[in-house]
């Protein structure tokens, strides 16, 4: 780590008032012992959202006596300096864009969830976020090139594998909160039995659990489920089997939250393997299309919900409100909020607390029936040296094809926007296993190309 006047760990969040992260990662840089003498700085180019954070952040940090140095700014390159991580959770009129992404595709028949990581919208979300990433890699190449740069941005795996590929100097990996580790291993061990809830989740249980978990980020299968050498793969599937037409996964009553349980285990009745992150994997099989029968306790995907999403984020701003006009109680933060993927993360690679986590990066070996440069959601040792992702084993036929197709198309749709060109994302669309029609995805990428045209870099027009 740099040592300047700078307290440390530094760890500057773009994006701050993406909400999605920067709660959070207050929460965490004034709860650990191992942060909470460092810097917190929060970058967005929103004014007001900004300067409301860095007020609650100083509340948060002085309410409970902790001498964490809370900055602000607007321009990341006058505060990247001395930076040890470098969090990216930005995602500027996300909701509406990724409204028009849904809208668009439906018109030509495709039924998206949620958008952001396959179909038309996963590309078109990296169309609007990457050539934006790939600017501030440029800025921390040249102002701070030995800080960990962790991208919290969608499509996650097409976001890294540019990262990886186009700025290979700087140290990354991506990260998506639904494995956040030991929260996803508890859960579970509730299903298999082992536990009857998160209290009961000891060390003990950690270690004898041997759980596997591995493929493209949204697109994640476990692969082996034992507990004292006995497969508990068969129980977790009934368990989900059971809870099937109840569920609602974390709070979210939308498209993304319906149907989870019936369509794990009718993927896991297929292939053998439980989908663990099917709120997006639905999405990335065609089965839910509305093409042909399918069993009808599970009708067609719904369309991802704009007006919703505002909602949310309109009571997020609320709750942000609420805590700087005292209406909420500043010493309630800490139990309204909780540990983070991203700032767990930071936290054991500065106390050197050899923790395990799920990573999206490079395969190097862990599925052995993989490239070694497949990029990949893998349980990993994450320390300052580096990303040692744990071996795996095969990934099974059908799901290991399923997984390749993804693959293709998310590098494609990265090199399509780094190099800016239209025949690779004509190419990306056209492996993308959602597409069914060529005209079809030729007019909607003729239709998003002139709706997104604010958000999309000028060069794709001239």
């Not at 309109?314 to 609420?322: G, K, L």
């Not at 540990?339 to 054991?348: F, G, K, L, R, V």
């Amino acid at each position: 780590m740099s040592h300047s006047k700078e307290q440390h760990p530094k760890v500057v969040v773009i994006g701050a008032g993406s909400l999605f992260f920067g709660r959070q990662s207050i929460w965490q840089m004034v709860h650990s012992p191992y942060l909470n003498k460092g810097t917190l700085t929060l970058v967005d180019t929103n004014e007001e959202k900004l300067a409301k954070l860095v007020r609650l952040a100083e509340m948060v940090a002085r309410e409970n006596g902790v001498s964490l140095k809370i900055e602000g700014s607007t321009n990341r390159r006058d505060v990247l300096a001395g930076a040890d991580f470098v969090v990216l959770s930005f995602a500027e009129d996300t909701v509406k864009y990724r409204g028009i992404d849904c809208e668009v595709s439906l018109k030509y028949g495709i039924r998206m969830c949620s958008g952001d990581t396959i179909g038309p919208g996963g590309i078109f979300r990296a169309m609007r976020e990457l050539p934006v990433i790939m600017d501030c890699a440029k800025d921390i190449e040249e102002l701070c090139p030995d800080a960990w740069v962790i991208n919290y941005i969608n499509p996650s795996t097409v976001h890294g594998i540019a990262l990886s590929r186009f700025a290979p100097k700087l140290k990354t990996f991506a990260l998506c909160d639904s494995h956040h580790m030991p929260h996803k291993k508890a859960d579970y061990a509730i299903r298999a039995g082992i536990i009857g809830n998160k209290s009961q989740f000891t060390e003990d249980i950690d270690n004898r659990f041997d759980l596997r978990i591995a493929g493209v980020n949204h697109f994640t299968w476990l692969l082996k489920a034992e507990f004292d050498g006995v497969n508990v793969m068969p129980q977790i599937a009934e368990a989900l089997r059971k809870a099937a037409g109840t569920e609602n996964n974390g709070g979210d009553t939308g498209a993304k939250a319906i149907y989870n349980d019936a369509i794990t285990y009718e993927l896991y009745d297929i292939f053998g393997s439980i989908p663990t992150c099917t709120a997006h994997t639905k999405e990335y099989v065609t089965y839910w299309q509305g093409l042909g029968k399918t069993p009808d306790a599970i009708p067609p995907l719904s369309i991802w919900e704009t007006e919703d999403r505002y909602k949310r984020h309109e009571e997020m701003w609320r709750q942000v409100d609420d805590f700087l006009s005292g209406k909420l109680a500043i010493a309630d933060y800490m139990k309204s909020f909780g540990p983070d993927h991203a700032t767990d993360i930071i936290e054991s690679m500065v106390g050197n607390l050899g923790k395990r986590f799920y990573v999206n990066t490079l395969n190097n070996g862990a599925v052995t029936n993989m490239n070694d440069d497949s990029f990949l959601e893998l349980l990993s040792d994450v320390s300052l040296e580096g990303i040692k992702p744990l071996h795996i084993g095969e990934m099974p036929r059908g799901i290991r094809g399923m997984q390749e197709l993804v693959l293709d198309t998310h590098e494609l749709t990265a090199e399509a926007v780094v190099e800016k060109s239209r025949e690779k994302l004509r190419r990306a669309m056209m492996t993308d296993p959602l597409v069914n029609s060529i005209h079809d995805a030729d007019m909607i990428i003729t239709e998003l190309l002139e709706l997104e045209k604010d958000r999309i870099p000028k060069e794709w027009y001239e």
